[in-house]
């Protein structure tokens, strides 16, 4: 059973600080890394994916990947408010195969 | 349309009932999946397309769920005798490359 696992939260974060979010992935053929943020009563939308071990930065947000320790994660630089969101870490074995999400980790920016 | 749509957005069946949930995927997209998304959860895989062809349909959780697409575009999650533990947001994604893009989803309530 391919498992991802993510500390479901919430995690509560000062606004204008580092969030850093945590996931971790059972099957060592994962190729592709995905995270998703969504909110409440609406549809997971992508943030970042990544593919290689290393730091992939965006914006405020930066993945890390470390595929000998199975470890994705999202560091999110001045938390704002509107960062208030569940996010989803997924992993996908090949590129047109299904991916497995996380459970989510309930992020709180408080301002 | 720009993005994934999906109807209906709420639908409500006594228990018993058959349900039939459209996905209309962004146009030009080879793969389409389905996600059954619970309260609390992160998305699990129902099933996956490509063009008109079911490649995979692993995650269906009993033989009352069926999908089709049979034109390779427009695509419908049949539900048949509804439970109550069918109660959840019904999410369609397509995919042209790496990327999913997901719909608003369908939530469904079995009373």
């Known amino acids: 059973q391919k498992e991802v696992e993510q500390n479901s939260g919430p995690l509560s974060v000062p606004e204008g600080a580092i969030a850093s979010l945590n996931c971790t992935y059972s099957?060592?053929?994962?190729?592709?890394f995905f995270w998703y943020r969504q909110y409440s009563g609406k549809s997971p939308e992508l943030i970042m994916f990544?593919?290689?071990?290393g730091d992939k930065e965006d914006g405020r947000f930066t993945a890390q990947l470390n595929k000998a320790s199975q470890y994705v994660s999202l560091l999110i630089r001045d938390s704002q408010p509107s960062d208030s969101a569940t996010y989803l870490c997924?992993?996908?074995?090949?590129?047109?195969?299904?991916?497995?999400f996380g459970k989510g980790t309930r992020l709180h920016i408080l301002p | 349309g720009a993005g994934v749509s999906q109807s209906p957005r709420y639908k409500v069946a006594k228990r018993g009932q058959d349900v039939a949930l459209r996905c209309d995927p962004i146009?030009?997209?080879?793969?389409l999946f389905w996600y059954q998304q619970a309260l609390g959860q992160g998305p699990e895989f129902l099933t996956y397309?490509?063009?008109?062809?079911?490649?995979?349909k692993s995650g269906l959780p009993s033989d009352r769920f069926f999908a089709e697409r049979p034109e390779g575009s427009v695509s419908t999650l049949k539900i048949q005798r509804t439970q109550q533990e069918d109660s959840a947001v019904y999410l369609c994604?397509?995919?042209?490359?790496?990327?999913?893009?997901f719909g608003p989803g369908t939530r469904l309530t079995v009373l």
């Open positions: 146009s030009g997209h080879v793969s």
């Open positions: 994604a397509s995919s042209l490359a790496d990327t999913q893009y």
């Open positions: 997924a992993v996908r074995e090949n590129r047109d195969d299904k991916i497995i």
């Open positions: 397309f490509q063009n008109e062809a079911q490649l995979d």
């Open positions: 990544i593919y290689s071990n």
């Open positions: 099957d060592r053929g994962s190729q592709s």
